[in-house]
Every structure is written in C-alpha cells, then in structure tokens.
C-alpha cells in the first residue's frame, strides 16, 4: 500500500478530484496548506502598505492506494495539476504498513 500525498495549486483541486474519480480512485483527503519553495512567495499591498507574503496558500491531496495503482495516480495527479509555471506543486509517496477501517476493523488491503 501507498500513501500519495500532492501538494497543488488550489484551482486545479476539482480537475484532479474529477480525473482521479474517472480512473476509479475512491477516496481521498483534502487540506488546506501553506508554503513555499523556489516560488518564495511575493508581496502584496493593503491599504497604502506594502508586505511580504512568504507562505503561499495550496492544496494537499492525500490518497492512499494499492501498489498496483500507484503509477495511475502519479500521471493523473501530474497531468491533470501541470500549468507549466513555478509553483504547480510536488508529490510525495509513502510506504504504509497498515491500514485499518474503524467501522468494521477491516485491515490492510481490504480497508482501502
């Protein structure tokens, strides 16, 4: 099993969700994040001032799958959340050693 963790833009979320749905990924979950990394944020103006904005606001997407799926995900994600800009985002892959539904105490593969 892996866990896929996808930092993206916040417009790209629906087309991502949207393009994951099709290729048959059933759950996933979404927070709010902030930060940056070579695109370092910018400033910004308010009423006359001027100040920095360091941590830039994005999406992570956090999806945990069967091996066998990983790669699908992968393109998906990168396909679906590319602009070609600084800033379009990373993905992080996990291994996990268990998962376990609280529901029905399912574990492992069956849980996903």
Known sequence: MKKIEAVIR??????????????????????EVRGFGRQKGHTETYRGAEYAVDFIPKVKLEVVVHNEDLQKVID?????????????????????????????????????
């Open 10 to 31: 916040h417009f790209k979320l629906e087309a991502v969700k949207n393009a994951l749905s099709e290729k048959g990924i059933k759950g996933m979950t979404v927070t």
């Open 76 to 112: 998906t994600v990168v396909n679906t959340a590319r602009t070609g800009q600084v800033g379009d985002g990373k993905i992080f892959v996990s291994d996990l050693s268990n998962v376990i539904r609280i529901r029905t105490g399912e574990q492992a593969d069956s849980a996903i």
